[in-house]
């Protein structure tokens, strides 16, 4: 009981952090890299804890190629840097068996997000009684930054809960 509850504990961190991250990032557009950075350091901890041993290493592989592919997209600035490394730093915990879960409820998430952000801005466009805040030209509004961490959070949390199994 107690080691089952002493693993636990680090699952609950790490979805506390992705949460907190996805805050900063909805609030300021920013994740600041602490967040991806006390992710990474969290997961020996959750590794040395696990009741059933997590493929680490396989998952480190995953985690750096993530990241390699994510400077690449920051560096065409198809997203932002903060985003890339809390991905990378959250597909550590998805490891090889979460990855594909985790990938796609990131991914519907944000499109989520994306065509919501997209509706409002039409929306505002068209009916004068919105917050014109939303209201400007489609291509100052393509430019626009998406808080993307709330949607790797949604899926980090699921691999989290997923976790607690």
């Known amino acids: ?14 979805a506390l952090l992705v949460a907190a991250a996805a805050y900063s990032d909805v609030k300021n557009f920013t994740i600041p890299n602490v967040f ?3 992710i990474v350091i969290l997961y020996p901890a959750y590794v040395l804890t696990a009741e059933v041993q997590p493929e680490w290493l396989t998952s480190i592989g995953i985690s750096a ?6 400077f690449v997209l920051f560096a065409l600035r198809i ?62 509004f393509a430019k626009k930054p998406m808080p993307y961490g709330a949607a790797i959070a949604l899926g980090a949390v699921y691999v989290a809960f997923t976790l607690l199994r």
């Open 65 to 70: 190629i993530v990241l390699t592919l994510g």
């Open 79 to 140: 997203c932002g840097g903060g985003d890339v490394k809390l991905f990378a730093a959250s597909t550590l915990w998805a490891g090889p068996d979460l990855f594909v879960v985790f990938l796609a409820l990131t991914a519907v998430t944000g499109g989520f997000i994306a065509v919501s952000l997209w509706v409002g801005h039409r929306a505002a466009q068209t009916l004068p009684f919105l917050p014109q805040g939303l209201n400007c030209d489609s291509e100052t």
């Open 1 to 14: 009981m107690f080691y089952s509850l002493l693993s636990d504990i680090p699952i609950y961190i790490f």
């Open 36 to 38: 991806s950075l006390s």
